[in-house]
C-alpha cells in the first residue's frame, strides 16, 4: 500500500481538494487494489486500463474481502463501484476530454511504456528492456 499512499500524497500536493474526483490509472494489474483503495476512500469515478485484460474477479474479490462487504460477479460490476476497466488498451490514446481527470497514476509505469516511446534515458537508467 506504500504506493497508493504516494499517489495521493502526490495529489494533495498539488491540489486543495480533499479527493480525486476522477483519476486515470495504467497498468491496472491483476487485483485492482489501487483502484479499490481508492474507491473506499471516497473516489466516485475511476478509469483503470492496461495492455492486457488481467484483472480476475476472484482476486478483486480478494481484495474487497479486506476492505469492503462489496463483491463483484463479472468486471463489469466494476461500474457499480465507479470503476471503468478498459483492457487491452492503448493509454497513448484514451479519447477522454482535457481537463477531466484529476489525478492520474501508475505503480509500475516502465513497464506500460513501449520501448519505442520510452526515453533513452529511462531504458539506460532503469535497465529498461522490452
Same mark, same amino acid.
Given at each position: ?23 486515470? @490509472? ?5 487485483? $485492482?487494489?489501487?483502484?479499490? *483503495? +481508492?474507491? &473506499? ?37 466494476? @461500474? ?5 476497466? $478498459?483492457?487491452?488498451?492503448? *493509454? +497513448?490514446? &484514451? ?36
Amino acid at each position: 500500500m506504500n504506493a497508493r499512499k504516494k499517489h495521493i500524497a502526490a495529489f494533495h500536493k498539488y491540489t486543495v481538494r480533499s479527493i480525486a474526483d476522477h483519476v486515470f @490509472e495504467f497498468g491496472a494489474g491483476w487485483d $485492482l487494489c489501487s483502484a479499490l *483503495a +481508492r474507491h &473506499t476512500l471516497g473516489v466516485r469515478k475511476q478509469t483503470m486500463v492496461d495492455l492486457n485484460r488481467l484483472a480476475l474477479t476472484w482476486q478483486i474479490n480478494h481484495v474487497l474481502n479486506y476492505i469492503s462487504d462489496e463483491k463483484i460477479s463479472h468486471l463489469k460490476d466494476l @461500474e457499480n463501484l465507479g470503476i471503468s476497466y $478498459l483492457a487491452p488498451f492503448d *493509454a +497513448r490514446c &484514451t479519447g477522454l476530454p482535457d481537463s477531466s481527470v484529476d489525478l492520474i497514476c501508475s505503480t509500475n509505469t516502465l513497464e506500460q511504456i513501449p520501448s519505442v516511446d520510452a526515453p533513452e534515458e529511462a531504458r539506460g537508467k532503469f535497465g529498461y528492456r522490452r
